[in-house]
């Protein structure tokens, strides 16, 4: 199932992709002229045949999938070198595809819907049923290896940085279940998507310092806010309470407090860090 998912989204499932190996051409490729750090890949659509050249970065990665060997290192690599290409609508456009994509393999190859592992955040079926397609080990966390073909279809560019976005909540380089649905939610009704989880989408949560609101179900704000050693209390819509914020501790949002003896743990450790 991976496989076929893989090449629906490189070019229809009809297609596939050949790759030259040990330095010898592609007999289809003799009329490519590719750069110094490329190599010609042949994309057979049906009867149709594609040349186009990929970059050698991108070829490693393909072929260490294909070997079942893919590393760390090189999926790292590679991330270092394509990390904030896109702007902020590129990256929206480019969910309202994913999703979109998402729904028409979803209709077309589904087979029985199976529920998912325990989560908090509402999950759409076509989204849900993705992330079991792609959960290999199903532990209910997708790791870029998982989603690899995904990730270097060579189709767009945007896709890895758009995924990167989506580890916001554990922020540990690889998608929960949670993670992987919330990034979802509004992809495809941009125009209603709620303040807090706009602003939380907005931010590369890699990027060190960067501040990600907290959210609650809807994607509206949380009373309680935190970010470099200050916390202050805000409304839904992220308008900061007057003499609300303090330093090295935890706000007294009076009848909006919002937060559990877990949570209020959690940012304590966060604040005075």
Known sequence: MLWLVSLLFLSGASSYVQIQENGVKLPEC????CGPNSDCVVIREGDKVITRCVDRKELVVLRAFRNSKSTTEEIQ???KTQQNVCNDHELNAMGGRILQWFNDVHLTVRGVDKSLKEHTLACRDDVAWMFLQWDGDDNGYLTKHEIIPILKGGQEKCIEQFFDRCDDI??????????WCDCFNFADNLRHEPPCHKAKHAVDPHVLGAFLP??????????????????????????EFDKSRVEKGLPDCGQYGSLTAVE???LRARVEM
């Open 30 to 33: 003799a009329g490519t002229v």
């Open 214 to 239: 907290r959210c609650d179900l809807e994607g509206y704000y949380r009373p309680e806010q935190c970010h470099g050693g200050s916390c202050w209390c805000v409304d839904k819509y992220g308008r």
């Open 264 to 266: 209020k743990e959690e």
């Open 77 to 79: 690599l590679l991330h």
């Open 170 to 179: 554990n922020i540990d380089n690889q998608l929960s279940i949670d993670e």
